[in-house]
């Protein structure tokens, strides 16, 4: 599906299955109808490319993060803009929304990040405690709680009631690329340049090990629905899955010719999709570590999601195309 003029960098997919929203270098956003494989909006206004974008649960918004400081609101059933969102004094790394859609909270080079009312379209507070670029952000199950990732090395949890920094986390020994909360919100999962991961105590604000296999930056993780095992993603080429109780790797995932960009797991746990810089898009047997399908496009894959039941798969590229891929079982 062709339709941006640059890079994808980001995508998500409604909770309801029946559209995709990519974010792209391009500085717009496109709205996808996944069944008839359509383009049904495009959300033009940033005026920088937009780094990344997310659903409210109730799937009637989007809010999209942008080199121009600014986030915005966008309506997904008449796809336009509601409003925007200002207060960042640089580019806007990453965002996230609470649970129940009523607030967002965003990740931001100015070393902050800001809790924001969406209904009202108002700062509700900023966060201030990172001593460089915040790249990633997560918000607990229970809204109460978000943790953040930064270039200074450091996690932070926040308490998003209070506007409060409850813990600092230490231990990586470069920038922290991704973080991921366990569905039951008690842990953190970190991934860093650094070559590692780290599993958080969040209710102790301590660190509980580090997951060591990787021989190159670790860009991207992803946590089964069960909260027991996860799956990271390099730029070795590889994707790992652990086990976190245990703190161990299972196994790894081996057969992409270049760096892995993303990575999503099933709503099931069964199986994992990689984008890769290689061209691919692969599905792996988590069980087994196969490559089930390799979807090979003609550009470096650069973002992927998964849909509510499973069986579709989207990648966008570095050519702005978003490929649509259903999974069908053999007869």
Do not use: Y
């Not at 009637?60 to 969102?85: N, Y």
């Not at 806007?92 to 009202?120: H, N, Y």
């Not at 730029?235 to 995932?253: C, P, Q, S």
């Amino acid at each position: 599906m062709s339709g941006h003029g640059a890079s994808v960098l980001a995508v998500t997919v409604t909770p309801d299955g029946r559209r995709a929203v990519s974010a792209s270098e391009d500085q717009t956003l496109r709205l996808w109808d996944l069944a008839r494989g359509l383009e049904i909006g495009t959300l033009s206004g940033h005026a920088s490319l937009v780094w990344g974008v997310a659903v409210t649960p109730d799937g009637s918004c989007a809010i999209s993060a942008a080199e121009d400081r600014t986030l915005k609101l966008w309506g997904l059933e008449e796809a336009r803009q509601v409003r925007t969102l200002t207060g960042h004094s640089a580019g806007v790394s990453a965002v996230a929304v609470t649970p129940d859609g009523m607030r967002a909270i965003s990740a931001a080079e100015d070393r902050t990040l800001k809790l924001w009312d969406l209904e009202r379209g108002t700062e509700i507070r900023t966060l201030t405690g990172h001593a460089a670029k915040v790249l990633g952000v997560a918000v607990t199950p229970d809204g109460r709680h978000a943790v953040s990732a930064s270039q200074d090395r450091l996690l932070k949890l926040w308490d998003l009631d209070q506007g409060t920094e409850l813990a600092t986390l230490a231990g990586h020994t470069e920038k922290v690329m991704a973080v991921a909360i366990t569905p039951g919100g008690k842990h953190a999962l970190s991934a860093s340049e650094d070559r590692t991961l780290k599993l958080w105590n969040l209710e102790k604000g301590i660190e509980i090990g580090t997951l060591f296999g990787h021989d190159a930056s670790v860009g991207a993780v992803a946590i089964t629905p069960d909260g027991k095992r996860a799956v990271s993603a390099a730029a070795d080429k590889t994707l790992k899955l652990w086990d976190l109780d245990a703190g161990r790797e299972i196994r790894t995932l081996s057969g992409h010719e270049a760096a892995v960009r993303a990575v999503a797991i099933t709503p099931d746990g069964k199986c994992a999709a990689s984008a890769s810089s290689d061209g691919t898009l692969r599905l792996w047997d988590l069980e087994s570590g196969t490559s089930l399908v390799t979807f090979t496009g003609d550009g470096a894959m650069t973002a992927c999601a998964i849909s509510p039941t499973g069986r579709l798969f989207v990648a966008g590229d570095s050519h702005g195309r978003l490929h649509l891929l259903e999974l069908i079982e053999p007869t």
